[in-house]
């Protein structure tokens, strides 16, 4: 395909000649999802499908396709779930510090349209990580069977 095109050949044409030249080449076999039908073939065209496509295939969250205003938002909307994954106080700290000041960062000089984003309160996201470790103990710890006291007949046979 690094031949020019002559000069007096229509561009369609020369096209149509390098494909079929390829074609009888047997450069188009063995193509991953040869045989196979198309993906969404009869479905109704989505206004947005390339950048589906584009999130699905490189593994990303829409987050990131956000203002940065609204991206803070979110963050502090879904960090108790972050937070539930930390094993430490500090480490939980240091992940409501740093988005703090990202916050801090932002409202000083905001960047793309203006939005007020409220800082997150450590106390607060800690009471909820401490009470959802301990709920989280509490039904791994076994719990003893209650004992029943025996009643008089039954001390009366031992």
């Known amino acids: 395909m690094t031949q020019r095109k002559p000069a007096g050949m229509k561009f369609g044409s020369w096209v149509d000649q390098q494909i079929e030249q390829a074609h009888r080449d047997g450069e188009f076999d063995d193509l991953p999802g040869a045989g196979k039908p198309l993906r969404d073939a009869g479905q109704p065209v989505q206004e947005d499908w390339w950048l589906r496509e584009y999130l699905t295939r490189e593994q990303l969250d829409g987050i990131h396709l956000l203002p940065p205003g609204l991206q803070l938002r979110k963050e502090s909307a ?20 740093e988005l703090n000041k990202r916050i801090r960062d932002y409202t000083l000089v905001p960047t793309g349209p203006s939005m007020y984003v409220p800082p997150v309160d450590v106390e607060e996201i800690l009471a ?12 791994a710890r076994p719990q003893p069977e209650p004992v029943r006291p025996t009643r008089w007949w039954q001390r009366r046979k031992q």
């Open 128 to 139: 909820g990580w401490t009470a959802q470790r301990a709920g989280r103990f509490a039904e």
């Open 78 to 97: 879904d960090l108790p779930a972050k937070a539930a994954k930390l094993h430490t106080e500090q480490a939980v700290r240091d992940l409501v510090d």
